[in-house]
């Protein structure tokens, strides 16, 4: 069984930053791309960024150049940098995985979602 477990939501005003991470546990052998959605009231959940074990990253066109996401390969861990946040960034944030276990199977994986309020 995998984990992915969530931190550094939070409220913040317009114009702060906050950085959320997310570590992966339990029985991998290796984390492929991780990746961190976002869903809003009453929206679908889209893709935010991802990030692939080299390091290769893709952003939604809506926070380029404010947001960032990294990882710690060894700590099996993603982090996401916000910085300049508005009002529309608001959401509950998950952290998805793509693990490979110790019987060597590949799966996705979800966190439970870290709650981002920004305030206007």
């Known amino acids: 069984q995998v984990q992915l477990v969530e931190s550094g939501g939070g409220l913040v005003q317009a114009g702060g930053s906050l950085r959320l991470t997310c570590a992966a546990s339990?029985?991998?052998?290796?984390?492929?791309?991780m990746s961190w959605y976002r869903q809003g009231s009453g929206t679908q959940r889209e893709l935010v960024a991802s990030?692939?074990?080299?390091?290769?990253?893709n952003y939604a066109d809506s926070v380029k150049g404010r947001f960032t996401i990294s990882r710690d390969n060894a700590k099996n861990t993603v982090f996401l940098q916000m910085n300049s946040l508005k009002s529309e960034d608001t959401a509950v944030y998950y952290c998805?995985?793509?693990?490979?276990?110790?019987?060597?199977?590949?799966?996705?994986?979800w966190g439970q979602g870290t709650q981002v309020t920004v305030s206007s």
């Open positions: 998805k995985a793509i693990v490979t276990t110790i019987l060597k199977r590949l799966y996705q994986y």
């Open positions: 339990g029985s991998i052998f290796s984390v492929n791309d």
């Open positions: 990030i692939t074990s080299g390091g290769f990253t």
